[in-house]
Each structure stands twice: as structure tokens, then as C-alpha cells.
């Protein structure tokens, strides 16, 4: 599963104001990650049932900060 170039991505309302967060994208059947710092760097493509995993893990706040 590769990104798309033409991905809408979306920054959480969360965000960081220094700019410390990650954008998301919806795709056909999951989800994309990348740093909205680097947009133009790796990204992370989920399947769907693992991107709702990620982002169940990342609502638990279940990361090192």
C-alpha cells in the first residue's frame, strides 16, 4: 500500500504550535502517516484495522513522549 501523492492530509487540532505533530491521510482501504515537518519524507500506510489500532493506541496516550 503506497501513498498517494494527491493524499488530503489533515493535522490534528491537537497539534503542537512548534509544529511537533503528525498529518494523517484517509485512503482507500486505511491510513497515512507522515510528519508534518517532513511532508515530503517516509510516510506509514496502515490497512484499515490496523490504522484503527494505531490510532486507539495513540488516543490511550500509550506512547513515550
Not at 18 to 39: F, I, M, Q, T, Y
Amino acid at each position: 500500500m503506497t501513498p498517494s501523492p494527491r493524499l488530503r492530509w489533515r493535522k490534528s487540532s491537537r497539534s503542537n504550535h512548534d509544529g511537533s505533530c503528525v498529518e494523517l491521510a484517509l485512503l482507500h482501504a486505511g491510513l497515512a502517516v507522515r510528519d508534518s515537518k517532513n511532508p515530503a519524507g517516509p510516510k506509514l500506510a496502515f490497512s484499515e484495522g490496523a490504522g484503527e489500532s494505531f490510532m486507539d493506541w495513540v488516543k490511550a496516550e500509550k506512547f513515550v513522549r
